[in-house]
T-cell receptor
Framework: GENVEQHPSTLSVQEGDSAVIKCTYSDSASNYFPWYKQELGKGPQLIIDIRSNVGEKKDQRIAVTLNKTAKHFSLHITETQPEDSAVYFCAASRGGYQKVTFGTGTKLQVIP | DAGVIQSPRHEVTEMGQEVTLRCKPISGHDYLFWYRQTMMRGLELLIY????????DSGMPEDRFSAKMPNASFSTLKIQPSEPRDSAVYFC?????????????FGSGTQLSVL
């Protein structure tokens, strides 16, 4: 089955700096890569996703890059703000409502 | 829409007792998922339904776990008998039919503590 590894497990940045979270996956058939943000006491919320036919996708301060050859993808948050503090999960699936495998999560702390 | 609604938010029970977790998906969503979150194992898919029919229950850990979806607006996850190692946060999520992308909408979860 799919195995998704995520690094780092914790990340502290100063407000205004950038944050990068990296994930690798094992299943070459995976073609859908979502990122979820989980705030304390809440369920994960989808913030951005990318499909395998796209190398990069941006949404305001958030961007995701995908390298299918190397089987890794990354989340980039620019101009970080205190409200970005949360746990971020990467995930991978073969799409079509097949099983989504989550990474172990990165706890991001943005220091004001 | 109120989003995915789970109840109770917190459940404390003693080992051996039956536990029932409840979920109301977003109206119109065809898929419903039950996940378990622990520090050791992260987010694990337990089971998912399509149009009220269980599709994949390979993640259900043991026969002590069972899930039902009697109609499009309600699902339950039952643990009988419960054990301390079942302590975790249980999430329900639903998903609309949006092509081949699996966009999950999670509830706020049920924090289960089995003493």
């Amino acid at each position: 089955g799919e195995n998704v590894e995520q690094h780092p497990s914790t990340l502290s940045v100063q407000e205004g700096d950038s944050a990068v979270i990296k994930c690798t996956y094992s299943d070459s058939a995976s073609n859908y890569f979502p990122w979820y943000k989980q705030e304390l006491g809440k369920g994960p919320q989808l913030i951005i996703d990318i499909r395998s036919n796209v190398g990069e996708k941006k949404d305001q301060r958030i961007a995701v890059t995908l390298n299918k050859t190397a089987k890794h993808f990354s989340l980039h948050i620019t101009e970080t703000q205190p409200e970005d503090s949360a746990v971020y999960f990467c995930a991978a699936s073969r799409g079509g409502y097949q099983k989504v495998t989550f990474g172990t999560g990165t706890k991001l702390q943005v220091i004001p | 829409d109120a989003g995915v609604i789970q109840s109770p938010r917190h459940e404390v029970t003693e080992m051996g007792q039956e536990v029932t977790l409840r979920c109301k998906p977003i109206s119109g969503h065809d898929y419903l998922f039950w996940y378990r979150q622990t520090m050791m194992r992260g987010l694990e898919l337990l089971i998912y339904f399509n149009n009220n029919v269980p599709i994949d229950d390979s993640g259900m850990p043991e026969d002590r776990f069972s899930a039902k979806m009697p109609n499009a607006s309600f699902s339950t996850l039952k643990i009988q008998p419960s054990e301390p190692r079942d302590s975790a946060v249980y999430f329900c999520a639903s998903s609309p039919r949006t092509g081949s992308n699996e966009k999950l909408f999670f509830g706020s979860g049920t924090q289960l503590s089995v003493l």
